[in-house]
């Protein structure tokens, strides 16, 4: 499998002097087309700030982080391209998936999964974008939920809207943060069970940051921070 993201000698930190706390120092790492894997550490270790890297969230880090760009075919350094074009390629490559959700709260269901094509630089037309964004709904089994408002939900539909929203611009890799956080035992084990059939069917990396051991043991590769 063709490596889309690589990290070389990552290191970050914050504040200066006898304040200064380094977070990640030296941290190397690469995700494949397909992978599946977990990344754990201790509170305050520099998780969070590592999926921000990742997310083009973040670019005040020593270090150098590759990307794929579908458009080019090929793995960009990240630090040679200007706002507008990290904005494309955050829009072009990755989904991300939260603890808490993210959705919108004045926004209805099928609305919150259309809202990536607000910040691409693709054009779509409403029937097509609607058109895909139910289709994603229905794969999660909460088409019937498109006029609904988040605050209709259980924890469970949510995430399945977010996970919906995030595959919405056919990315390559999906970052998640503590998805399963917010959810019962039971629709945690049926979440991982749905990225793992993603990952497999349509060959998307997910980059998933927890602490749940059950949910690291559900990846095929580990890494702590």
Do not use: W
């Not at 004045?106 to 609305?111: D, K, P, R």
């Not at 399963?180 to 940051?209: C, K, P, W, Y």
């Amino acid at each position: 499998m063709k490596a889309i993201a690589k990290l070389s000698g990552i290191a970050k930190s914050y504040g200066s002097g006898d304040s200064k706390l380094q977070v990640l120092s030296g941290f190397s790492m690469e995700i494949a087309q397909g992978d599946f894997v977990a990344i754990q550490g201790r509170s305050g270790c520099g998780k969070t700030t590592l999926l921000n890297i990742l997310g083009l969230l973040d670019s005040d880090y020593l270090g150098k982080y590759e990307l794929f760009s579908k458009n080019k075919n090929a793995l960009i350094d990240v630090k040679s391209l200007c706002d507008a074009e990290l904005s494309h390629l955050r829009s072009e490559m990755l989904g991300f998936v939260f603890q808490h959700f993210n959705l919108l709260d004045h926004l209805t269901c099928l609305e919150n999964v259309c809202l990536p094509a607000a910040f691409s630089n693709q054009s779509f037309d409403r029937e097509t974008l609607e058109k895909r964004a139910l289709e994603l709904m229905k794969q999660f089994g909460v088409d019937d939920k498109r006029s609904a408002m988040p605050n209709q939900l259980s924890g469970g539909q949510k995430q399945r809207i977010a996970v919906a929203r995030a595959l919405l611009l056919n990315p390559m890799l999906i970052l998640c943060d503590e998805p399963t956080g917010a959810l019962d035992v039971d629709t945690s084990h049926d979440m991982m069970a749905r990225f793992r059939q993603i990952s497999q069917e349509q060959n998307i990396a997910f980059v998933i940051v927890t602490h749940d051991p059950a949910v690291a043991q559900a990846c095929d590769r580990v890494i702590r921070v």
